[in-house]
């Protein structure tokens, strides 16, 4: 989920009525069912997780009328009109639009302060609730994940599933850009908002600001030519009627989830307890999964049988929460919980990799900033009617237009001043490590600080910018564990945020590089009247390091928890194999950024999703290849 959405509480209540009401007009109610309908059943492919991956692997598989599919799901479809007004969607603090939230462990090397976390419990998981933010990464990102020994996770390997998946409305006909030509069923739209449509003039101002100090301006971020350092207008899944496309509209729409009824089973408010298999000669084998109600007061236990394979998708929180409770995952922490071991397997729920932010955010006048629209009605209301009637304003488009995207050695030492003569392109990089930008700033006209009491005292009523300093390629990592062996306890997170010194490092390079554009916006004419979110002293170690510690937060950019890697990696044991089965297992994978190798030094939904387009493309070719089901093993062994 993007770090972008918003939390603007008045949206909701605009319209006077209940938003889980407000169905699309002349359509039908989304054909959910419930956990006791489906109890002892039978399905070939059985999708734990209706999120952003799950909803993409569950209708590619269904496309056969003769495969039938389960999608067992916590939260609801919640097919309603106001969930896809681009803007509304993204207010996380709303249950309606389907967010849930708790908080992490205390983070030691931050004050020790828990962070609050988000993720979309709704079909189409957070695509549903994010920012919206279209990007892939680059060339080096994928190559970098082919270098550890998986040549078909390169980037001209995965290529062609994002191609599939995307239809932009914005880019040129290019043989890296899908669009409805005839090679492939072409579903999820995407475009990018021309600077003519910015309706914050603050972003235009960064915009000079950010060319004034040298940096160039990058024409389609997802170029496999795309230079590392620029700055980019960002493509947005929103369609050409200004509505948001999560995966859920896009590969599960009513339309095609009444159409396959026949084969497609979508159960929502499930919440699975565990899968349950035997061992095999070919490894272990998954044939039941147990699940209950999701509201605790009901305590009866539903389950489905397997006949070919179990596809867990629930998130880089998720999966390896449902994996220990399986009792797949690292062999101590499981006995500590009670839970038979069945696959031991130390990698599961560790090396959580997130990009760590520091929000940099000054006062500005409140008619510049998001808040308008929350403290005054009348303004709220305006914006409301101009959606409803001409698909326009605020309503209608991403909090995030732009980013700027910077590498740490393109920037002057000590300064974080774009160097002369900074090689811009990654074809002149030898390494691929080079090839990758380390930081992204986002401009965001709200604050982007995520402490909500604080929130409520001091920025609620008054106009806030915010420069969102995200580290991209992050060296701390974190872990997942079980908080009890009930299914309905939220793991236990540790982020373990900024734990690496060369964070820390690069953090303060990331913040001396926002107070700079600051600088910068001033010096256009913008009046940013006050630092609301900045360091006491920017020319004091001590000040910066201690603002970097009151303010890093997470993105929501979960990965990593479940990684393709040889379970028998020492620096960190991996989870799955090159086919995304879990290692020792035969008929058992998992498909969502959970199974990144790495995170991408990018924003992660079009990459989850592509991750699913090649999931479901990799088991239907076992299944026509007739290809036997056996125990994953390493490619290095």
């Not at 489906?38 to 799950?54: L, P």
């Not at 896009?250 to 159960?267: I, Q």
């Not at 009247?529 to 002293?537: A, I, T, W």
Request: proline share 6%; net charge negative; hydrophobic share 35%.
């Amino acid at each position: 989920m993007d770090c972008t959405s918003t939390s603007l509480e008045a949206f909701p209540r605009i319209s006077g009525c209940r938003i889980d009401t407000m169905w699309w007009p002349i359509r039908g109610k989304y054909p959910e069912c419930r956990p006791e309908d489906i109890d002892t059943c039978e399905y070939d492919y059985v999708v734990v997780g209706g999120g952003t991956a799950g909803c993409v692997v569950a209708s590619r598989l269904s496309e056969d009328p003769n495969t039938s599919v389960l999608v067992l799901e916590r939260g609801v479809a919640n097919d309603t009109w106001m969930s896809r007004i681009p803007l509304v969607g993204s207010n996380i603090l709303t249950p309606d639009m389907g967010a849930v939230s708790w908080y992490s462990e205390p983070m030691k090397h931050c004050d020790d302060r828990p962070d609050l976390m988000f993720r979309g419990e709704v079909l189409g998981g957070s695509s549903r609730i994010n920012g919206m933010i279209y990007t892939r990464g680059s060339v080096a990102d994928y190559d970098t994940w082919a270098s550890t020994g998986y040549p078909q996770w390169a980037y001209d390997k995965v290529l062609p599933y994002f191609v599939k998946a995307e239809t932009t409305m914005s880019r040129p006909k290019s043989f890296y850009r899908g669009d409805t030509g005839e090679w492939y069923r072409s579903l999820w739209i995407n475009q990018v908002f021309d600077p003519s449509t910015w309706l914050f003039e603050v972003y235009h101002v960064f915009q000079r600001a950010a060319e004034a100090m040298g940096f160039s301006l990058i024409e389609d971020a997802s170029s496999p030519d795309a230079p590392c350092d620029g700055l980019s207008s960002l493509d947005s899944t929103v369609d050409k009627n200004r509505q948001r496309v999560s995966t859920m509209e896009a590969y599960l729409p009513l339309r095609t989830a009444l159409a396959r009824k026949g084969n497609l089973t979508l159960c929502t408010g499930a919440t699975v307890c565990r899968i349950d298999g035997s061992h095999y000669g070919t490894g272990y084998r998954a044939n039941r999964v147990i699940f209950q109600k999701a509201n605790r007061g009901n305590d009866k236990v539903f389950s489905v049988k397997v006949k070919k394979e179990v596809v867990v998708s629930s998130g880089a929180l998720g999966s390896p929460h449902i994996l220990m409770l399986s009792g797949i995952g690292p062999r101590q922490h499981l006995e500590q919980h009670g839970i038979e071991v069945v696959q031991d397997l130390p990698g599961v729920g560790s090396e959580l990799t997130d990009h760590t932010a520091i929000p940099v955010a000054w006062e500005v006048p409140i008619t510049a900033s998001l808040t308008h629209l929350a403290t005054s009605p009348l303004k709220g209301a305006l914006e409301f009617f101009k959606y409803i009637f001409f698909r326009k304003g605020v309503l209608s488009l991403p909090i995030q237009v732009l980013s700027l995207f910077v590498r740490d050695s393109s920037l002057e030492p000590g300064t974080s001043t774009l160097m002369r003569g900074a090689k811009s392109n990654e074809k002149d990089e030898p390494s691929l490590k080079t090839r990758l930008p380390d930081i992204e700033v986002m401009p965001l006209a709200t604050s982007a600080m995520d402490d909500l009491e604080e929130h409520k005292r001091h920025f609620s009523k008054i106009g806030v910018f915010s420069l969102l300093t995200t580290l991209l390629r992050p060296k701390s990592r974190g872990t997942v564990r079980l908080r009890s062996s009930d299914p309905h306890d939220r793991p236990k997170v540790d982020l373990d945020l900024l734990s690496d010194p060369e964070d820390f490092a690069l953090a303060r390079t990331a913040v001396h590089l926002a107070l700079k554009l600051g600088d910068a916006i001033k010096e256009q004419g913008f009046p940013l009247l006050r630092g609301v979110s900045v360091p006491e002293s920017d020319d004091s170690a001590e000040d910066m390091d201690k603002f970097i510690r009151h303010r890093a937060r997470t993105t929501y950019h979960y990965s990593s928890t479940c990684r393709m890697a040889s379970e028998h990696d020492l620096r960190a044991p991996g989870v799955v194999d090159e086919s995304l089965r879990i290692h020792g297992t035969s008929n058992l994978r998992i498909c969502d950024a959970s199974v990144f190798p790495q995170i991408l030094a990018t924003h992660l939904m079009a990459p989850a999703v592509m991750v699913a387009e090649k999931c479901a493309s990799m088991i239907k070719g076992d299944e026509a290849t007739g290809t036997e089901y056996k125990a994953s093993s390493d490619s290095s062994e």
